[in-house]
């Protein structure tokens, strides 16, 4: 089974603090995702990357940086953090693999909350 | 742009009875992906059913089904013999190689199975 993992479940960080969110994936997936997930809104898209060294922008990247040196290891950075960023945060991870599936799989999420 | 609409924020429905979820999307993209995700209060995001866009049949995974109406660009989502498990957000997805695997979610519908 594919296993995405997160490095907190809560978090609780004060305004202006750097932030590190880290992501772990163990099925050699190429891509690799940051989603953020408040109330109403759905799930948005912050960053995606396709390989190790590479990330794109998604829908709100403002405020937020990505790393990916390490294929199953993609982190999310909050430079600066503040209250507007107390969210949901989501990884997921996928590949199209042989099958074509193209499913993401989804990490716990961290619930981080800027005070 | 490609954008996902799920109109019903909530419902609700009786435990052993059948429940239609909707959601709508809008493309220019001929070749694409659609997918449920089940999201259970304080639980990891997964993989409910798929469907390929070029595939007519509707895909069905056991008391899940769709009703794919590509032209009306309609994915419902039909829940069978409802269960207590079941409740939960439900987001619908759509995905096209053409935007690099990127995923884009709906607002979710949030599902209570009422015993």
């Known amino acids: 089974d594919v296993k995405v993992t997160q490095s907190s479940r809560y978090l609780v960080k004060r305004t202006g603090e750097k932030v590190f969110l880290e992501c772990v994936q163990d099925m050699d997936h190429e891509n690799m995702f940051w989603y953020r997930q408040d109330p109403g809104l759905g799930l948005r898209l912050i960053y995606f990357?396709?390989?190790?060294?590479?990330?794109e922008k998604g829908d709100i990247p403002e405020g937020y940086s990505v790393s990916r040196e390490k294929k199953e290891r993609f982190s999310l950075i909050l430079e600066s953090a503040s209250t507007n960023q107390t969210s949901m945060y989501l990884c997921?991870?996928?590949?199209?693999?042989?099958?074509?599936?193209?499913?993401?799989?989804f990490g716990p999420g961290t619930r981080l909350t800027v005070t | 742009a490609q954008t996902v609409t799920q109109s019903q924020p909530e419902m609700s429905v009786q435990e052993a009875e059948t429940v239609t979820l909707s959601c709508t999307y809008d493309t220019s993209e001929n070749n694409y992906y659609l997918f449920w995700y089940k999201q259970p209060p304080s639980r990891q995001m997964i993989l409910v059913i798929r469907q390929e866009a070029y595939k007519q049949q509707n895909a069905t995974e056991n008391r899940f089904s769709v009703n794919f109406q590509k032209a009306a660009k309609s994915f419902s989502l039909k829940i069978s013999d409802s269960q207590l498990g079941d409740t939960a957000m439900y987001f619908c997805?759509?995905?096209?190689?053409?935007?690099?695997?990127?995923?884009?979610f709906g607002t979710g519908t949030s599902l209570t199975v009422i015993p």
């Open positions: 997805a759509f995905m096209t190689e053409n935007t690099g695997n990127q995923f884009y």
């Open positions: 997921a991870s996928s590949s199209p693999g042989t099958s074509g599936s193209y499913e993401q799989y």
């Open positions: 990357s396709y390989d190790v060294k590479m990330k």
